[in-house]
């Protein structure tokens, strides 16, 4: 199994000395305050210098190695000399236009060297698309000088009047900002719904047996709205799909129009059970995949599906589910194994282990190529919320 973190990217650009350092100062703080990860990538518009001059790795340069690399317990150092980025043929129409090309790639292959970051700030690069804020201060500019695509904020000392059509942050709304930046980077674009539709499945699984709630079947509880957990999870992933399973042990509680009840194939072996039965019969009615839900987590909605599969396929070179076997949701360090998007291959591995006895979920997930999504710090996190015991539910009823 490979486990990868999904990370976003933000650009912190703007003119000299307008702060743009100091704003990213801060927002690492900010974020670390969250518990996420953040590394940094500082653009330069010129060369610079990084290797102390006399040191080994300065001296292997110097004799004319392409690239040299230090490594300790604590801290690698890695100086590689750049190739001049090539014209086409024909030039670029665009004298930017290459550059900007040129500079993504870059990008793309600095970010592999981060795998722990949750969100990657990058100073500079404006003229590149990539999702971007930028400082504009008084007396050093007084307008945005990024390209206008991908630009979703600017930090400025001035008016709000001075940037029409734009959402302006003054330089102490450090929280604002972040919120932004989670907002921008780590929502999902909008994806292909129909296809989604035609290939995927959803599950609700409900079989569990209670026994912190004295038997009360927690897919049953009613929310505030007067609706069962289980029917409001499936409001939700009936936005997502028309093939809905109900996932039951061996007592069916509740029946719902639209829905079809799935019973496990082996009986008393937990969650595993009922994800094997939904991912076999997702496979005999050729969905792709399933979407997976505990009934016991009221808070879900289906745009955390969408965001789970938008990091998916931004780490795919083809189809997701062809590379992947799932992925998985992940917050404070505890996956969620329940709410998850698995391929229906993954259904012969379940069996498999179903058969050998093992009825623990984390043995079977080291067994597959699963994406593990860290949700820590975003608008998704409290989704994940599920009602085991009865202060849960009356302090969730309470709001």
Not at 55 to 75: I, L, N, P
Not at 160 to 178: C, L, N, Q, Y
């Amino acid at each position: 199994m490979k486990k990868l973190k999904s990370c976003a990217v933000c650009l912190i650009c703007g003119v000299k000395n307008s702060g743009k350092t100091t704003l990213i100062e801060k927002l690492i703080r900010e974020f670390s305050r969250r518990g996420m990860t953040i590394a940094v990538i500082k653009h330069d518009g010129h060369d610079f210098t990084c290797d102390l001059p006399g040191t080994d790795s300065s001296r292997f340069t110097q004799a004319g190695a392409c690239g040299t690399a230090v490594f300790s317990e604590k801290r690698i150092f890695i100086h590689r000399l750049q190739p001049e980025p090539q014209e086409n043929e024909d030039g670029f129409a665009d004298p930017c236009a290459g550059m900007r090309q040129w500079e993504q790639e870059q990008v793309k292959e600095l970010m592999t060297l981060f795998p722990d970051a949750d969100i990657i700030l990058i100073e500079g690069l404006k003229n590149t698309a990539l999702p971007k804020i930028e400082v504009v201060r008084s007396m050093i500019s007084s307008e945005p000088v990024s390209v206008s695509e991908g630009r979703f904020g600017i930090v400025t000392d001035l008016s709000d009047t001075a940037f029409p059509g734009e959402k302006v942050f003054p330089f102490t709304a450090i929280r604002e900002i972040a919120d932004a930046i989670v907002e921008q980077t780590l929502s999902p674009r909008k994806t292909d719904k129909e296809r989604i539709r035609n290939d995927f499945a959803a599950a609700i699984l409900a079989g569990g047996k209670s026994r912190r709630m004295n038997g009360q079947h927690k897919g049953a509880l009613l929310t505030s709205e007067g609706r069962t957990f289980t029917e409001q999870i499936t409001s939700q992933m009936f936005s997502l799909s028309d093939c809905i399973y109900l996932s039951y042990g061996d007592t069916i509680c509740i029946e719902i129009d639209g829905c079809r009840i799935v019973t496990d194939r082996y009986p008393g072996c937990g969650p595993i059970g009922g994800l094997e039965a939904v991912l076999s019969q997702a496979g005999e009615d050729r969905r792709k995949a399933v979407m997976i839900s505990a009934c016991d987590t009221p808070g879900i909605k289906a745009e955390l599906y969408l965001f789970l599969l938008e990091r998916l396929e931004q780490v795919s070179t083809e189809d997701a589910f062809e590379e992947w076997d799932g992925v998985v949701a992940v917050s404070d360090d505890r996956i969620h194994p329940l709410t998850a998007i698995y391929s229906v291959r993954a259904a012969e591995i379940f069996a498999k282990q179903i058969k050998e006895r093992n009825f623990r979920l984390r043995d079977v997930l080291r067994k597959l190529r699963i994406l593990y999504v860290d949700l820590k710090g975003s608008r998704y996190e409290d989704m994940l919320t599920n009602i085991n015991t009865k202060e849960e539910y009356e302090a969730h009823m309470r709001g």
